[in-house]
């Protein structure tokens, strides 16, 4: 999967892995990050299986509405995460 740098989110937005992992186990994840156009992006490439969870539970996880950019939004807004410009992402 691969994410691109959002100056609106102040980060990535990490809803399609979420909404990718909601009914497996995820055992790693190997991110690779780099720039196009001096924008950034970071490639995850995701190990898992299914996850052994009971049938209701699977379900309702499946049942689930994808979470929207706004809800990411707010989450960060809520966490205190300040917004980091990809300039200075390149500089970390």
Known sequence: MTFRYSATLGGFDDTPLVDFARDKAVSAFRGHFY?????PHVTGVVTNQDAVVPQAALQAARETPPRSPQIARRKLAVSGSSSTSPREMRAK
């Open 35 to 39: 720039t196009v156009n001096e924008v």
